[in-house]
Each structure stands twice: as structure tokens, then as C-alpha cells.
């Protein structure tokens, strides 16, 4: 589930991004967090994807894609937690970019499956460097 959130935002190749697909993977309630270094942007999922839809279909950004490169998930009974390291690149603005970071999801197990609940996710930058453990 966790590698089909990083597939709804691709635009590469003149993929059309499936962003509402977000719906399906997460509980209603469920909220996404932009955290860069001291500021905080929480949204819940109507938040989180309109401004999306307009950047990846609005010609801002494109060719973008981002998967992850390692991760490691623990499962306890009906909750689970996914710690992952991510790439993504595209063409913002006119400019090319590559970048890493880290994502967390917390999810649960529901009648229909394992829904997210939370995803809160912070990118690399000058003096914070991806951790060697996290790594794998």
C-alpha cells in the first residue's frame, strides 16, 4: 500500500497522477504532514490533495516521480508502523531536481484491509542527513 501512495503522484513519462486515490488507502479522518526543520504543515486528505492535483496537472511540475529506496515495517497485532527513505525528482518551475527524505506511516487493520492513518514525511537537507540505521 505504502509503494502505491509514492505511485498516485507520477507524472513522468505523461502519466496522469491518480492523487484522489489517496481516499482509498487512507481512513477519512486520515492526515499528512509536511514537517521542514522547524515548521509544521498538517492537512487533512482534501487539503493535502488539491494543491497537489494543480502542481502535478497544472504544468509547475513535471516528469516527477518518487519511490522509496528502503524501509522497514513492524506490525503489532492491528497496528503497524513503516519507516521508509524516498527519492523523488522532477522538473519544478522549469528546474530539475533530486532529492531523498523520510516517510513514517502509522496504519491500521480494518475490515477491508490496512488503511493509513498518518503520514508525516521530512526531506533531506544542508545539516540533516538521512541516518545510516534507517538506511537498510
Not at 39 to 47: C, F, G, H, N, V
Request: proline residues 3%; hydrophobic residues 40%.
Amino acid at each position: 500500500m505504502v509503494k502505491a501512495f509514492f505511485s498516485v503522484f507520477t507524472n513522468k513519462n505523461g502519466v496522469k497522477p491518480d492523487v484522489d486515490a489517496i481516499h482509498r488507502m487512507f481512513i477519512p479522518q486520515g492526515l499528512i504532514i509536511r514537517c521542514n526543520d522547524t515548521e509544521r504543515e498538517i492537512y487533512t486528505l482534501q487539503q493535502f490533495i488539491a494543491p497537489r492535483l494543480e502542481l502535478l496537472n497544472g504544468g509547475r511540475l513535471v516528469d516527477f516521480q518518487e519511490q522509496e529506496v528502503s524501509a522497514r515495517t513492524d506490525i503489532f497485532g492491528g497496528i503497524a508502523q513503516r519507516y521508509c527513505v524516498y527519492e523523488k525528482s522532477g522538473v519544478l518551475d522549469g528546474k530539475a531536481f533530486h532529492a531523498y527524505g523520510v516517510k513514517t506511516v502509522q496504519l491500521v487493520r480494518m475490515d477491508d484491509g490496512w488503511k493509513m492513518v498518518s503520514l508525516a514525511w521530512e526531506d533531506e537537507r544542508d545539516g540533516l542527513a538521512i541516518p545510516d540505521q534507517f538506511k537498510i
